[in-house]
């Protein structure tokens, strides 16, 4: 079973970085869509960014510009590279990669920026 480790998370001022990695038990390259997710107290879990197999990625407007996605294959790895970090962007990340048409979910991440 395909297992999804996140890591990186933790506290942060206002304008500075964080880099999450979610580290797969099992090979990616062949997975479809991998991507990032978050869900803030409150609210309901949002669309973060995503990485396809061939390599083209998306984001979330409210992160655009902000954050890169990008991943490892030999790692197996996939990350989440946010800059500029805002208040708002106070989630629980969670990784979420598609293989083989099954859906994988990472326990999550906790990301905190102060003010």
């Known amino acids: 079973q395909m297992q999804l480790v996140e890591s990186g998370g933790g506290w942060v001022q206002a304008g500075g970085s964080l880099r999450l990695s979610c580290v797969a038990s099992?090979?990616?390259?062949?997975?479809?869509?991998m991507g990032w997710y978050r869900q803030a107290p409150g609210k309901q879990r949002e669309f973060v960014a995503v990485?396809?197999?061939?390599?083209?990625?998306s984001y979330a407007t409210s992160v655009k510009g902000r954050f890169t996605i990008s991943r490892d294959n030999a790692k197996n790895t996939v990350y989440l590279q946010m800059n500029s970090l805002k208040p708002e962007d106070t989630a629980v990340y969670t990784c979420?990669?598609?293989?083989?048409?099954?859906?994988?979910w990472g326990q999550g991440t906790q990301v905190t920026v102060s003010s």
């Open positions: 979420h990669i598609v293989l083989r048409a099954y859906d994988y």
């Open positions: 990485i396809t197999s061939g390599g083209s990625t």
């Open positions: 099992g090979s990616i390259c062949s997975a479809n869509v």
